[in-house]
């Protein structure tokens, strides 16, 4: 029930396409779900969250598409660039996002864009 | 702008010595910090939740005689790496408010 289950594992994209990364989480009491972006070496960074309350948020190139019947949600890197060439994670907290909650990771997706 | 600040970047020890590490927020106060552990090409795996002013929440199966919090300050949280032997490398990072630490890369030689 604690689990955040992310797909797929690696992906490869050719410059200027999509990257499309996939989560599903089990428990219906998580309302706060992040994407972090990981580069070697260095700690997380928060890219973009999303409440269940809206189906979709977009931060420039970024996008999360949220469906909260098949408790799923995905990242979209629009026009993905080398310099995106990281490792994501997806995330999923309970109380509303609020900074004493614990986040639980997905299991990462390492995304190489080729030039 | 609101930032955690991990100190050191890396560290190299050898067994049976401990390490310190600390976690600071700057520009913002963080009752509570979270302290993961990342192995290489894994994701983050919670260790404990540091609360300011009492004692920490260890995740089932962190040993917390051997990782030892102290969270003195709403700015401060440090993870003490006792006893440390080559199975503890790793890299650690603290989180506050949704941010996270640059990590820090132990070697235990």
């Not at chain 1, 990242?75 to 999923?92: E, K, N, R, V, W």
Request: charged share 15%; hydrophobic share 35%.
């Amino acid at each position: 029930q604690q689990q955040v289950k992310q797909s797929p594992q690696s992906l490869i994209v050719q410059k200027g396409g999509i990257s499309i990364i996939n989560c599903a989480y089990e428990n219906t009491a998580f309302d706060y779900f992040p994407w972090y972006q990981q580069f070697p070496g260095k700690g997380p960074a928060l890219l973009i969250a999303i409440r269940p309350d809206v189906s979709e948020k977009k931060e420039g190139r970024f996008t999360i598409s949220f469906n909260k019947s098949a408790k799923q949600f995905s990242l979209h890197i629009m026009d993905s660039q080398p310099g995106d060439s990281a490792t994501y994670f997806c995330a999923a907290s309970k109380g509303n996002g609020g900074a004493t909650n614990k986040l639980i990771f997905g299991t990462g997706t390492l995304l190489a864009v080729q030039p | 702008g609101a930032v955690v600040s991990q100190h050191p970047s890396w560290v190299i020890c050898k067994s049976g010595t401990s390490v310190k590490i600390e976690c600071r927020s700057l520009d913002f106060q963080a009752t509570t910090m979270f302290w993961y552990r990342q192995f290489p090409k894994q994701s983050l795996m919670l260790m404990a939740t540091s609360n300011e002013g009492s004692k920490a929440t260890y995740e089932q199966g962190v040993e917390k005689d051997k990782f030892l919090i102290n969270h003195a300050s709403l700015t401060l949280s440090t993870l003490t790496v006792t006893s440390a032997h080559p199975e503890d490398s790793s890299f650690y990072i603290c989180s506050a408010r949704r941010l996270f630490g640059s990590g820090t890369r132990l070697t235990v030689v």
